[in-house]
């Protein structure tokens, strides 16, 4: 929080929700639930969308979010829809003298990103890009551990899940969801939380696909090449081409190993296996969303800055380069 961003002062914060789906149920559940906000007006992807989800929530279906975000009863704007529209949506949002709440990433280019980050600093404005992944049980874990495995070199992160059929939804789609590894930005992000800075990136992706817009699988394998010389590699698959799930977080040290998979992990030395307890997954919505409520109210840090996103949209970026070009990707710091 910038010094020239003070705590709000009125009773309530008054909330507008741009989606229906799976993000926006939890994060109006949670304002609903909070005695700090009131949740204003809804927006969806359809009008039949929009106007079962402000029934359930006791709120207002909007039309747009173009009429959302001008409203002068909405001081937060929360961003819970496809991808390709967070940037204008923020943009817009932090025109019209809105906090901003966007699920990751915060644009799918990251000019974009920039700009929208030096915007909201120049509106004295919250932008807070959610990074759930950083809350729950596995990453706890994994840095309450990280120290007993000594200097770290190798690391392998797969989220593998199948689905027959694939369904035909924006999250399958070239356009509206991006790049695998920028509209799934966290299997990087749990990275650079942990480890730091990226040295080179080399990517690979194949699509199966019957339609210009829309596939049925995608496979993406990522190697990332830290400045402290930890090598990573990141496989990320969906679709119905595939036909084993996987989820599994490997992290290789000098003095042992950790290995989480699915919700179970293990410490792994020469003599022994330990087991480690994984905390839940569940209600990191409602935790996310409170902790920016104590921001804005009372100025307590977040837990993730729009910076730290920011890299790893930069380094997302460049897998997608290495990908299109074959090429090793140079991060180049400034």
């Given amino acids: 929080m910038d010094d020239s961003e003070a705590p709000l002062a009125q009773a309530k914060i008054r909330v507008g929700v741009v989606g229906t789906g799976y993000a926006a149920k939890f994060r109006s559940e949670a304002f609903l639930q909070d005695e700090r906000s009131h949740l204003i007006a809804i927006v969806g992807h359809t009008p039949e969308n929009a106007a079962a ?4 929530y006791q709120t207002e279906a909007m039309s747009s979010w173009q009429q959302l975000v001008e409203r002068e009863d909405v001081d937060l704007v929360v961003i819970c829809t496809i991808n390709r529209d967070h940037g204008a949506i923020a943009r817009a949002a932090l025109t019209h003298g809105k906090h901003v709440i966007v699920e990751y990433p915060l644009s799918l280019d990251v000019i974009e ?6 915007f909201a600093k120049a509106q004295n404005k919250l932008l807070h890009v959610e990074h759930i992944e950083l809350l729950g049980g596995l990453h ?19 989220t593998i899940n199948p689905q027959h059929p694939a369904p035909r939804k924006w999250s399958y789609n070239h ?36 339609e210009a817009q829309y596939y049925q699988t995608c496979f993406c394998t990522t190697q990332l090449c830290f400045s402290n010389g930890l090598l ?10 595939i036909w084993q799930p996987e989820r599994k977080f490997e992290v290789h040290g000098e003095k042992g190993g950790l290995i989480f998979d699915g919700d179970t992990g293990v410490f792994i030395q020469a003599q022994e296996t330990i087991p480690i307890e994984v905390g839940t ?4 919505f409602a935790k996310d969303t409170n902790m920016v ?21 930069k380094v997302a970026d460049a897998a997608k380069r290495a990908a299109e070009t074959g090429l090793t990707i140079f991060m180049n710091e400034k």
Avoid: M
């Avoid at 990573?232 to 081409?241: L, M, N, P, R, S």
């Avoid at 921001?295 to 949209?313: A, D, K, M, W």
């Fill in 53 to 56: 989800f402000a029934n359930n």
């Fill in 175 to 210: 356009e509206l969801f991006g790049f695998p590894l920028i509209g799934a930005l966290s299997r990087l992000h749990r990275l650079t939380d942990l480890f730091g800075k990226v040295l080179t990136v080399n990517c690979h992706q194949r699509f199966w696909e019957t």
């Fill in 232 to 241: 990573a590699q990141v496989v990320y698959g969906k679709g119905e081409t």
């Fill in 293 to 313: 409520l104590d921001h804005i109210f009372h100025g307590t840090p977040l837990y993730v800055t729009p910076e730290e996103s920011l890299y790893t949209l």
């Fill in 113 to 118: 990103a920039e700009e929208l980050i030096a």
């Fill in 140 to 158: 706890q874990a994994l840095k309450q551990h990280l120290e007993k495995i000594g200097d770290v070199f190798y690391v392998r992160y797969s």
């Fill in 281 to 284: 997954r569940r209600g990191l």
